[in-house]
Every structure is written in C-alpha cells, then in structure tokens.
C-alpha cells in the first residue's frame, strides 16, 4: 500500500508527500495505528480523486516570484516560462532523535513540477540551521531544472527565486563569511552562498502564510492544509 501512495505522492499529489514520507520509515514493522493512517491516506485520496497539478499561462503570470523578475527587467511574454522555488524545515520535529523534516517545491507554469518532503540527515542546532539545510536542497534541485529548461528552449535569464520564512538562514545564505554561529556546518552547505554569489539564486523572505511547502514539513489543519495546496498550483477542482 505504502509503495502505491510513493508513487502518487511523488509524481501527481504533493499533498500527501508528507504523511506518506511518515508512514514510508515505518513499512518494515507497522503498528495497528500506522496502518490505519495508511488508510486514512487512502480515503483521503478516494475523497479527493480530482485534486491535482495544473500548469497554464494564466497561472504562471500569478507565480509567486513573478514580480520579483519583472522588477528586474525580465520579459513574460507569450511562450515564456520562469523558475521558482520554496524551501522550508520544520525543526527538531522528530521526538526520537530530534531531527528536522525539511522541504522544497519547485513551480514552473504555475504548477509544481518537483518536490520533496523529507526528514534531514544531521541534526539541526537550530531553526536557522534547519531551513538553510533546506534551502540547500531546493538549491541543487534547482541547477538541475535551470540546466532541464536550458535545454528545452527555456533558459533562465535571472537569479531564481528561492523563497524561504527564515530571515536568518536567507542572511547566512547571502553572508560568504564563515564566523562562530556557523563554523561548525560541514563545508558542504556552503555551497549554497556560491550559488548565491554567482547569480544563480535569490533568496527572498516570504511570510509563513504565504509559503506553500509548509504542508511538505508538518501536518496541518484542513484549512492551511488546502491553502498550501492552492499556493503549490493544485486544482482543487
């Protein structure tokens, strides 16, 4: 069962990518009450059989980030597609070792064309490290599909945005300078500031209600659960 719901959650329903990424490190010895979340997945999904991603000119032109290139001279004419991307952790959410569930979703066309929800490998000291960890990931999904769009016709011309509720991980994100706060992260998530530097990514703060991968990291109500959803370019219909 678990298998099937993957297989939706990470090619057509980003709404479920959280609950599923639970229930996927318990597969080997379920409880009775894991199994009956797997079916609550289920019934969820039988209630909701149109629910999915949607790509459209129209809604492209609603994309959040779109102001932010057009304040930058970008032109979205007719036939033009852009890249945007938002990242956001949950920190210390796991009660057996203290981890974080970070993620990301990345939207072109107004609809989400990848995502990720997934618990992180080393343990966050804080909030900040969390989200930058997280930023980090939507950052290397993000060259990839930059490279992808080059490809196809569709080169990025500007600094993708990567929008994330911290304002501390977007300053240590543009802040090259390794000091006492951060010294001790591995070499590897600095990476991110290069990135940065060179042009290639623009971190922008976004207000938590504004942030669609919320739904990616934690479960939440029916009403920002939905909401989230609406943000990311599902229909709802």
């Not at 997280?134 to 929008?163: D, N, S, V, Y």
């Not at 940065?196 to 971190?203: F, H, Q, R, S, Y």
Request: hydrophobic share 40%.
């Amino acid at each position: 069962m678990v298998g099937s719901l993957l297989y939706a959650a990470v090619h057509t329903r980003p709404d479920i990518s959280f609950a599923v990424g639970q229930l996927a490190r318990v597969v080997q010895n379920p409880t009775e009450e894991q199994c009956g979340a797997a079916e609550r997945v289920v019934r969820y999904l039988k209630s909701y059989p149109t629910v999915g991603v949607q790509y459209s000119a129209s809604a492209q032109l609603r994309q959040k980030g779109v102001e932010v290139l057009q304040e930058k001279g970008e032109q979205l004419g007719e036939g033009k597609v852009f890249l945007s991307c938002f990242a956001d952790a949950t920190w210390a959410s796991e009660h057996e070792d203290s981890s974080s569930v970070g993620g990301y979703i990345c939207m072109v066309g107004g609809g989400p064309v990848s995502w990720r929800s997934k618990k992180q490998s080393e343990t966050a000291l804080s909030s900040v490290e969390s989200e930058y960890m997280a930023m980090f990931h939507a950052a290397k999904e993000i060259i990839w599909l930059r490279r992808l769009l080059k490809e196809i016709g569709h080169e990025q011309t500007c600094a993708t945005p990567l929008f994330s509720d911290s304002k501390g991980a977007i300053a240590m994100a543009r802040n090259a300078v390794l000091h006492g706060l951060n010294k001790h992260m591995r070499i590897k998530w600095h990476w991110l500031r290069k990135e940065v530097k060179l042009g290639t990514l623009d971190p922008i703060y976004v207000k938590t209600q504004q942030q669609p991968a919320d739904f990616l990291t934690k479960r939440l109500a029916e009403e920002p659960h939905w909401c989230c959803a609406r943000m990311a370019g599902m229909s709802l219909n």
